[in-house]
C-alpha cells in the first residue's frame, strides 16, 4: 500500500515527531548560503552572474528581462491568456477587499485618536521558474503588492537558456514593473543588498526552495521578509459522508509537488480511512509524477489516520497548524469554529486545494512547517505599514494630565511628566 493508516492513538514519540516537527530543513546548507550571500553584497552582479552560471548552468547576458515577460504575455496561447487573465480577475478581487481603510475618531473628553495605512514603496518578490512554469505563483506574489499600492515590484525568477513564457507571461499580466532573470540564494541577496542592475527592496515574499528559504533567513533583519516556508503540505479532516476519491484525490496533488511534502488525512471512520488508502494506490499510478508522489506519501510524516473521535480529530489538526487543510464533513462550519491554526481553508467536497493554488482567488503563498500557529499567509496587508495619529485639545490634555504625569514619574521619566505640566501651566 502506498500510504498507511494508522491509529493517532497509538503514535508513539518518533512517529509524532515525524508529523509535528516538521522545518524548512535549512540548518544544513546555511554555511554556503551566508557565503553567496555576502560574495553578492560586495561584488554585484559579478557574483550573481557567476552563480547563475555554477547553480543554473546558464550564462547570463542581461539580467533585466522585464521586456521579454511583455513579449511573452503577447505570443501566449489564446487558451493560456484567457486562464491567466481569470486567475489575475478572481485575485485581484479578493485581494482589493482585504484593502483597510483610514479612520479617525473623536472622543468625548477631548482625544482624537486614527490609524492610517501606506504601502512599502520597494517589493521584491520570488517567483520560481527556469525551464519550469509557475505563472501562479507569478499571479500570487505580485498582485497582492500592486493592490496595495507598491510604487515599485520587482520580480527574480530562475534562468533558463529558454524561459518558459507561462511565467514570463504571467509576471506581465500580474502588473510587475522590473524582472530579473535570476534564481536561489543569489536572487534574494541581489533583491536584500541590490546590485549594478537589480534595485534593492525594503521585503521580499514569495516561495522557493530550501536554498531561498535559508537566504531569507540569512537576509532576515537587513531587510524584511514573509515567512521562511518548507514543503508543501496538505491535511484533510475527513467524516463517513466524504467520498474517498475527492480526498485521495487531494493527497496525491500534495504529494507531487515533492519528495518532502506531507500529505495527511485525518478521519474517525475507520472504514473511510482504509477507503481513502486504497483510492490513493489505486490513483498514484495514474499520474505522470509518480515516482515523487510515492517518495512523498511513504515518509512517515504522510499517512490516513483514525482518530477515537471527531474532537481528537480535530485537536491533531489544529497542533499539525497545516499549510492547507480540507474539510470534508457533514459538520463542516462547526469543525471550522474548532480551529485556529490553518493557513488556507477547504470546504466542502467540491473545494479542491488546487482551487486556491491557482484560481479561486485567495492567495496561495502561506505559513508551512507550523507557521499557521502565528502568521497567515500573503495578503494586502503584507506590503501595508501602520500608523497612529493623535490629537488632542487643551481639554483632552488636562482630563489625561494628572495620568500620564504619574505613570511618568513612577517610571523616573522627569522630562516626559514636566512636557505635559508646561502645557497644562500655560
Known sequence: MTIDVREIGELGPVERAAFFDRDAGIDAIRGDVREIVERVREEGD????????EFDGVSVGNLDVTDACERAWAELDADLREAIETAVENVREFHEAQLPEDWRREFDDGRELGRRFRPLERVGVYVPGG???YPSSAIMGVLPAVVAGVE???VVTPPADEQNPA????????????VY??????????LAYGTETIDRVQKVVGPGNRWVTAAKAE????????????????????DESADPDFVAADLVAQAEHDPNSPAVAVTDDAETAEAIASAVDAQVADRERTDVIEEALASDGSGVLLARSMSEAILFAESYAPEHLAIVADEEEAILDRIDSAGSVFLGPYTPVAAGDYA?????????VG????TGGLSVETFLRASTVQRLSKGGLSALGETIITLAEAEGLEGHAESVRKRLEE
Open 360 to 368: 479561486s482567488g485567495t492567495n496561495h503563498v502561506l505559513p508551512t
Open 181 to 190: 532573470a535570476v534564481g536561489g540564494a543569489q536572487a534574494v541577496a541581489g
Open 219 to 238: 537576509v532576515r533583519g537587513d531587510v524584511e521578509i514573509d515567512f521562511l516556508a518548507g514543503p508543501s503540505e496538505v491535511l484533510v479532516i475527513a
Open 167 to 178: 511565467t514570463l507571461g504571467a509576471i506581465h499580466a500580474a502588473g510587475a514593473d522590473a
Open 46 to 53: 559579478v557574483a550573481v552572474r557567476g552563480f547563475t552560471e
Open 152 to 154: 515599485h515590484v520587482a
Open 131 to 133: 525551464s519550469a512554469a
Open 371 to 374: 507557521g499557521a500557529r502565528v
